[in-house]
């Protein structure tokens, strides 16, 4: 089955980059997502990737993937104190019907001024 | 603006006392998902309907159970709350696997 892995906790200062890493481990095609969770809300899809593209970007964010380590990474640009929140990725493999979500357990971003 | 919405936001219910969590969406998806996330923790499917078929998770417990009378409702029962189901429970959308959209979640607290 599908195993996704984060990364659980990183701090940065206010205008830097921030750089989330996550690996997965399913080997066929497969969407690979970045979902954002501010404290006691849901969750909110950021962007999303294909696993045969290399790169995505979009605004400040910026999703690089390595297919052959399955390793993806989300860059945010110019980090404000309002990207303070949990980061999950997700994977969902790309079948002949559908598929379901597997999650990581998710890395918090903290942001200092 | 198409969306999955969750009533309500928070629920206190009472250890052993049946509780029922709520999921529309105006999106027309066909497969709709349940997930139950825990404090500091990934969410965790419990199970969805791809159109009317309803699909269990193997670890999902016997508690849990779901109805979909229609294609924009979904509901979730939990027969007999206990202390370990408090969460956040997570509806989300997919149409075919694609697209999935989340619902802003209910918090549960079992007392």
């Known amino acids: 089955g599908e195993d996704v892995e984060q990364s659980l906790f990183l701090s940065v200062r206010e205008g830097d980059s921030s750089v989330i890493n996550c690996t997965y481990t399913d080997s066929s095609s497969t969407y690979l997502y970045w979902y954002k969770q501010e404290p006691g809300a849901g969750l909110q899809l950021l962007t999303y990737?294909?696993?045969?593209?290399d790169m995505k970007q979009d605004q400040r964010l910026t999703v690089l993937l390595n297919k052959k380590d399955k390793h993806l990474s989300l860059r945010i640009a110019d980090t404000q104190t309002g990207d303070s929140a949990i980061y999950f990725c997700a994977e969902s493999p790309v079948n002949s019907g559908y598929s379901t979500l597997t999650f990581g357990k998710g890395t918090m971003l903290l942001v200092s001024p | 603006d198409a969306m999955v919405i969750q009533n309500p936001r928070y629920q206190v219910t009472q250890f052993g006392k049946p509780v029922t969590l709520s999921c529309s969406q105006t999106?027309?998806?066909?497969?709709m998902y349940w997930y139950q996330q825990k404090s500091s923790q990934a969410p965790k499917l419990l199970f969805h309907y791809y159109d009317k078929d309803f699909n269990n998770e193997a670890d999902t417990p016997d508690n849990f159970q779901s109805r979909r009378p229609n294609t924009s409702f979904c509901f979730l029962d939990i027969r007999s709350p206990g202390l370990g189901d408090a969460a956040m429970y997570l509806c989300a959308t997919s149409l075919q696997g694609d697209g999935y959209t989340f619902g802003s979640g209910t918090r549960l607290t079992v007392v």
């Open positions: 999106l027309n998806h066909n497969v």
């Open positions: 990737i294909f696993s045969n593209m």
